[in-house]
């Protein structure tokens, strides 16, 4: 199974997130978009599936600030008590 990871970066002075080549925004901060990014993650990720949020930085450098549990029923409980 992939990850569905969701990358928030800075373009054409707006704020944007990526998901597989389909851009959402344009967003006013990144704040705004970090909170879409994460909602979206959590959501796959509380429909069994993995996903990562993270945050562009300069050249390549992208910082993790979300990253799914595992598949396991157990692991999805745990998930959604800690949110």
Do not use: C
Not at 1 to 12: D, E
Not at 43 to 68: A, C, F, K, M
């Amino acid at each position: 199974m992939s990850t569905a990871i969701y990358i928030v970066f800075l373009a054409r002075e707006a704020w944007w997130v990526d998901l597989d080549g389909r851009s959402f925004g344009p967003y006013a901060t990144k704040e705004e978009a970090k909170v879409f990014a994460l909602a979206r993650a959590t959501e796959t990720s509380d429909l069994g599936g993995r996903s990562e949020v993270r945050i562009s930085g300069p050249g390549h450098d992208n910082e993790l600030v979300y990253q799914s549990t595992s598949r396991s029923l157990l692991s999805r409980t745990v998930a959604l008590a800690h949110r």
